[in-house]
């Protein structure tokens, strides 16, 4: 029995051993294993953090701040560009408005040259047709003096015929009406 008691003792030996290492062994697990890799992981986690997850987590918010600082000249620039077309407009708007006042005072200068122009026509329309008045009364003038001059000499070769011929009243009324005639025509 005693050989019965003392096989019992292993056996609940190593019953109490199986039902300590049975938990980790049942899952398959090695409690040594398990803390070396543990201690491994943990080492390649630091270095991996360390040389790797840092400077790229650090290039990372580098290159989110050149983007933030991008995106915000884009919007000034944007903000610029608006403002130069506002200022381009405000300039188109002044450049009609000059123009508008130009085309004005144009239109206005030509009306005002216009009635110049027409008033120095009527000037010189009524020097020519005061020119030619003079010109008529002095053509008037010289045609009544020549038809005086005709007139006279016409008259003396009339009493020149009648003072030559002795004549009767009958005569000498045929002779004033042919001469009248002969003045007429």
């Not at 790797?52 to 990372?60: A, C, E, G, R, V």
């Not at 608006?82 to 408005?97: G, L, P, S, V």
Request: aromatic share 6%.
């Amino acid at each position: 029995m005693n050989t019965v008691y003392a096989f019992s003792g292993e056996i609940e030996e190593s019953f109490e051993q199986s039902s300590e290492a049975g938990v980790a062994a049942s899952l398959g697990l090695n409690g040594q294993l398990f803390a070396f890799q543990l201690l491994n992981f943990a080492i390649v986690a630091a270095v991996v953090w360390y040389l790797i997850l840092k400077p790229l987590t650090k290039k990372l918010e580098e290159r989110k701040n050149l983007i933030d600082e991008s995106l915000d000249k884009a919007k000034q620039v944007d903000a610029n560009l608006q403002m130069a077309e506002q200022k381009f407009q405000e300039r188109i708007d002044e450049a009609k408005a000059e123009s508008s006042k130009i085309v004005e005072k144009a239109f206005g200068e030509g009306e005002k040259l216009t009635v110049e122009m027409k008033k120095r026509a009527q000037k010189e329309i009524e020097l020519v047709v005061d020119q030619a008045r003079r010109n008529i009364k002095i053509e008037k003038e010289e045609m009544v003096a020549d038809l005086k001059q005709e007139t006279v000499n016409l008259i003396i070769a009339a009493l020149e015929k009648i003072l030559s011929e002795k004549v009767d009243s009958k005569k000498d009324k045929d002779l004033i009406e042919e001469t009248i005639k002969s003045l007429r025509g």
